[in-house]
């Protein structure tokens, strides 16, 4: 398949994106600290966590458009093996982690459900800045979380074993209600209200960074206390995942014989999770502790996603370097 290797100018939903992504770590970490400090102001938010998410997942569906889908079925075969590289590399890799770190139960938790979501939004943001292929990011991101509901209760399930009581349905039916249903009504605004939506665009990112910093203050004010005995041990099992799922994509996109920019995109779309997804889960499910990797990664994830891209960036890529400046997949 052939496709442009130059990237399009920046629009100012683009300029939103890439401005908000940059600013994310730190507006989520801030947010982490004030839920530290002021535990007793945030924990009585739990309960609005599913509401965040669904806000979060119905943005991202108020983004996509109806050729988005149509790349998936121009192009099956690269997006199948992309979402099942995804759907095997990270869930195997972070009962890995969880094994040889030997976590405790509640932590594995967190780490095994981290890894068995799908891909996060950022990562076609992130695909940008990197001179990826943004085109196959926004359809494997799309694929996986329309197969979330599904895959993610199935493996997160497999892996944990009897150490859970929580049922394949009940997982089920919690993301099809917070993850399916608001990125299908978001699709149907978009549709219907094209006008409106492309207008409100540039502050969809915005929202979405919003939404986010309030979960994670919510998930550390519940579980302040033990955040600090746990919380490097924590980091470690997150940079560790995160890193080898980086590399293990990238070089998946390598083993299939994708140019460099698809290459690269594989590279984020492993290695780059749904940490709102995972800690709206494990907060319900789960516990509070269990919520800690997810609210870890959604800064860390956005931090090594932001370096890495900065890296390839400054990289040619060398199908640009070839006459005719197209580039095959």
Known sequence: ???????????????????AVTLFPVLVLLSGLLGYLLPGTFRPLAPLIPWGLGLIMFFMGATLTLPDF??????????????????????LLAWAVARALNLPPELAAGVILLGCVPGGTASNVVTYL????????VSLTTASTLLAPLMTPLLTLWLMGEATEVGFTTLMVSILKTVLLPVVLGVTVRVFFARGTTAVQPLLPWLSTAAISLIVAVIVGGSAERLAAAGLLVL????????????LGYLVGRMMGLNAAAQRTLA???????????????TLHFSPLAALPAAVAAVW???SGAVLAASFARQPLPEERRPGGTQRI
Not at 269 to 276: F, I, K, L, R, Y
Request: proline letters at 6%; a positive charge; aromatic letters at 2%.
């Open 1 to 19: 398949m052939t496709l442009p290797a130059d990237q399009p100018s920046a629009s100012a939903p683009d300029r939103a994106q890439r401005l």
């Open 70 to 91: 149509a790349r998936i079925a121009r192009q099956p075969l690269i997006v199948a093996a992309g979402v099942a590289a995804q759907y095997v590399i990270m869930p």
């Open 130 to 137: 990197a001179r990826g292929d943004v085109a196959l990011s």
């Open 236 to 247: 470690v099992a997150v940079v560790l995942h995160n890193g080898l799922g980086l590399l």
């Open 268 to 282: 984020f779309e492993v290695g780059m999770q749904n940490s709102g997804l995972a800690a709206s889960l494990s």
């Open 301 to 303: 994830h956005n931090l």
